[in-house]
């Protein structure tokens, strides 16, 4: 019996990265940005996208795994699917620097559509430090959230994909 080819991590991340590649430019060219329900919508893919490949990789190895290869597998696929992102999202914002300026305009509305008279003043300071601290506010949000967000997928993806480790990698017969 011929060993089956397993999706490769990169592979994995590679298909989870086109996926939110996709949802940004349409995101960003459509003039969606302030649109919470899309912005949740990419951590779903990531969960979503994780479980499967993580499933999908467990029956790939004929599901001689154990709950720690299925969770190592997911996590490692994030971890790579992260990379490519911000990659991905620094280039995004320096070749379209308008995007960058609208996600500004937008977190100072709604930052001083909440603020009260008395705070208005520390509101605009605190608005300047997110503009002067984008790139490594983006960065660092992107790889936290994303970390989170596939460890969740990992765990629910490694509980559910059916594992039936074999001692030695084979029979016991």
């Not at 959230?145 to 994909?161: L, Y």
Request: proline fraction near 3%; glycine fraction near 8%.
């Amino acid at each position: 019996m011929t060993p089956k080819k397993t999706l490769s991590n990169v592979s994995a991340a590679l298909v989870l990265f086109l996926f939110l590649a996709v949802l940004t430019i349409v995101t960003n060219f459509w003039g969606l940005q302030g649109n919470k329900l899309l912005g949740w919508a990419s951590y779903v893919i990531i969960i979503v996208g994780i479980i499967a490949v993580v499933i999908k990789y467990g029956k790939d190895r004929d599901n001689n795994v154990t709950f720690g290869n299925l969770f190592a597998y997911g996590f490692k696929t994030i971890a790579i699917t992260t990379a490519l992102f911000i990659v991905f999202s620094v280039l995004f914002y320096l070749i379209f620097p308008d995007y960058k300026a609208q996600i500004l305009e937008i977190a100072h509305d709604s930052a001083m559509k909440n603020a009260t008279p008395e705070n208005r003043e520390q509101v605009e300071k605190s608005l300047q430090m997110i503009d002067r601290f984008f790139w490594p506010g983006l960065i660092a949000g992107m790889m936290f959230m994303f970390a989170i967000v596939g460890a969740i997928g990992s765990v629910i993806g490694a509980a559910i994909a059916k594992k039936q480790p074999q001692p030695f990698g084979g029979d016991t017969n």
